[in-house]
């Protein structure tokens, strides 16, 4: 990534400053209630709240569904492997591998992989908790915890969204058609003097895809999802098209496309009231190279003004891929990163190191369908837990030996996890390092409840995502480079 693309990133975006106050408050408010009550994995409850504040109610609700749910399977499996192996090492290691096999198996075929992906990272988390804890009575604690952590986050993140208004799902939608409309417009005005519209707070593809899920699930028609979906990809397509063109050559202008996609946003915006769109301008005075993806955008604006049943689409869409039994690559991939993290393990037990059990985590959360986003994800893991860690370092060396009070002690925990809060509501090149600027921010600062001046977890963390990184590389990378 460019310097130019992580500053454009990181400005202001519409409603991003509210975001960052409903995860900042979530955060910290359980942060508080953890310390005061001296309950375990202090660092795990404001991280999660990163991953249970959506951008939308809607979908923090589902949210929270899902974590219930991979809470439950994590327990399950857990409870499996204390029952059948807790003195029997070697059949432990044999389970241990089983289910992260058949995780990231699951990963792979499923059209929603973090389905499989919350609970191998909480069985990632607990495969160490097993060599630390004394007997398995301390395991089962441990996890009750968790649900007794989660329970926590669910209520204090409802209620950020309640106390700062989280948009619901539609509004959401509106303010993406409009500021994808708006950058439209104003591509095709600024399109024959070379300039740049910004680039847009959301990724098109994403939300399209998160329409047509919702209407696979039947919470919307199925038909209003795709032409939604088809929408905003032809609305995306027009706008890179004038971006790509306007960098090579300053091509006519589109004026006429730009009153047209003017009205279309009105037209979207406030309904009917709006009144009919006029006609398409004459194709011959767009701009050349932005004509095919005018008439796809047109196409497609017929299409979503075409009246539709309300009524949800019945039936289900299969979850897996249709060549899922069938298809090696979905074992060689299983097969590789269960290698990579059970290698992990292995080298984290037999060194005795158990502070490194952040390099399972890292296998779970990095493996990925494609090599090059593996590589991604793990540069903004480990560029985000680097920064957290110098920002946690910087409070626990400077700050927190001058603290007298609680206060003031959450007072840095506010100002850190608004840090982090900010990068993580970016564009998806971005947010990622977001949330690990918030997990290592909390690993240093809190560790034990009460202030703490330690910095070995840190140290341990870094070590463990450099070695998950390196294991997962061996498996993924490096044989398909020696191999060309």
Not at 463 to 470: C, D, P, Y
Request: charged share 15%; hydrophobic share 50%.
């Amino acid at each position: 990534m460019k310097l130019s693309e992580i500053l454009d990133d990181l400005q202001p975006r519409p409603d991003r400053l509210g975001g960052m106050l409903r995860v900042t408050f979530g955060a910290v408010l359980v942060a508080a209630v953890m310390l005061t009550f001296q309950m375990p994995f202090l660092y795990i409850g404001p991280y999660l709240v990163f991953i249970l504040s959506q951008r939308d109610m809607f979908v923090t609700r589902a949210a929270a569904g899902l974590g219930l749910a991979v809470a439950l399977v994590a327990s399950l499996a857990i409870y499996l492997v204390a029952w059948l192996a807790w003195d029997i090492g070697w059949l432990r290691v044999s389970l241990w591998a089983a289910i992260f096999f058949c995780g990231f198996f699951l990963m792979r075929i499923s059209v929603e992989p973090r389905l499989a992906l919350g609970p191998l990272v909480v069985i990632a988390l607990f495969a160490f908790v097993f060599d630390k804890a004394p007997n398995p009575n301390a395991v089962v604690s441990q996890v009750g915890w968790l649900w007794a952590i989660l329970g926590l986050i669910i209520v204090c993140t409802f209620l950020a969204q309640w106390i700062f208004t989280a948009p619901t799902g539609i509004e959401l939608l509106r303010r993406q058609f409009r500021e994808l409309l708006v950058r439209v417009e104003r591509m095709s005005l600024a399109h024959p003097h070379g300039r740049l519209p910004k680039r847009l707070s959301f990724e098109p593809e994403e939300a399209a895809d998160r329409i047509e899920k919702l209407g696979a699930v039947g919470v919307i028609s199925g038909a209003q999802a795709a032409n939604c979906g088809n929408f905003l990809r032809a609305a995306s397509s027009l706008l890179e098209a004038g971006l790509d063109s306007a960098k090579e050559s300053q091509s006519a202008g589109s004026v006429p496309l730009a009153r047209w996609v003017r009205q279309l946003r009105r037209r979207i915006l406030l309904g009917p009231e709006a009144g009919m769109l006029s006609g398409f301008p004459d194709p011959a005075l767009i701009a050349p190279p932005l004509r095919n993806s005018a008439g796809n955008l047109r196409a497609a604006a017929d299409r979503a003004f075409e009246p539709t049943e309300s009524k949800p689409r019945s039936g289900s869409q299969s979850l897996l891929f249709s060549d899922w039994s069938t298809n090696p690559e979905y074992t060689s991939f299983a097969l590789r990163a269960t290698a990579a993290t059970m290698g992990c393990y292995l080298f984290m037990t037999l060194t005795d190191w158990n502070g490194i059990h952040t390099s399972l985590i890292t296998c779970a959360v990095t493996a990925l369908a494609g090599v090059d986003s593996q590589i991604h994800k793990q540069n903004l893991r480990i560029t985000g837990a680097l920064i957290g860690g110098l920002l946690g370092m910087g409070a626990v060396i400077f700050l927190i030996p001058r603290m007298d009070s609680l206060a003031a002690y959450l007072a840095i925990l506010t100002a850190g996890t608004a840090i982090a809060a900010w990068v993580s509501l970016g564009s998806e090149r971005i947010s990622y390092a977001g949330w690990q600027i918030g997990l290592a921010f909390y690993m240093t600062v809190l560790q034990d409840p009460h202030p703490t001046t330690k910095l070995d977890i840190i140290w341990d963390r870094w070590v463990g995502i450099f070695v998950g990184i390196f294991a997962m590389r061996a498996v993924f990378v490096w044989p398909r480079t020696s191999g060309r």
